[in-house]
Structures are given as structure tokens and as C-alpha cells.
Nanobody, 121 residues
């Protein structure tokens, strides 16, 4: 399975970005977005199950970010609104073949290369 993330960039606080992650290879079940700021551990942002019926968000992004997925087109998105400087990080998409959204990065077997999001104040 290969994941290719895109859509990052520089945006002012309060602005929006939409990240996308294209997948290829065999079918995966749960997908998620993580982010990693310099000097910090990789942290869970949002997750979604195979058909998109179940989503879960970290408290820091709840109400501002929306994760979605097209299972047929093998594409994952993260719509990010009301961005804050503390959202600045490299964002990674991840996937696992096992059902169930988990917040630990260690259970995700497949990772994209990361896309940089920078929010200026």
C-alpha cells in the first residue's frame, strides 16, 4: 500500500486548507491523519473507518477539522478550518488493515510522506 499526501501550505491564522491523501495498492480499513511539530512526538489528529460512518478527533481540532473519505476512489481528506499557529506541523496520512480507529501511531502500518502546514499569526 502506498499513500501520497498533498495540500499543505502557508496560511494565515483563521484560514483554511484541505489536505488529501491518495492510496494505491490493496484495500485498507481505518485511515487517519497525524501531525508532528519540530521537537514533538507524532500526534493523532483524526481518524475514520472504512466506509466513513465513524470518525474520531483529537480535542484540539474538534469542531474545526473534518475528516472524510471516498472508499471507492481510495482518497482521504482533511478539511482544516479556523487554523491556528499551533496547528503548524508536518501532517501525515496513515492506514491500517485492521478495523478500529486508534490514536497510537504504532498500530498504523502504512504512512504517507507528509505535507507541511504552516499557520502564521
Amino acid at each position: 500500500v502506498q499513500l501520497q499526501a498533498s495540500g499543505g501550505g502557508l496560511v494565515q491564522a483563521g484560514g483554511s486548507l484541505n489536505l488529501s491523501c491518495a492510496t494505491s495498492g490493496h484495500t485498507v480499513d481505518t485511515m487517519a491523519w497525524f501531525r508532528q511539530a519540530p521537537g514533538r512526538d507524532r500526534a493523532f489528529v483524526a481518524g475514520i473507518n472504512r466506509l466513513g460512518a465513524t470518525t474520531y478527533y483529537d480535542d484540539s481540532v474538534e469542531g474545526r477539522f473534518a475528516i472524510s473519505r471516498d472508499y471507492i476512489k481510495n482518497t482521504l481528506w482533511l478539511q482544516m478550518n479556523s487554523l491556528k499557529p499551533e496547528d503548524t506541523a508536518t501532517y501525515y496520512c496513515a492506514a491500517r488493515e485492521v478495523h478500529g480507529i486508534r490514536t497510537s501511531p504504532s498500530v498504523y502500518a502504512f504512512w504517507g510522506q507528509g505535507t507541511q502546514v504552516t499557520v502564521s499569526s
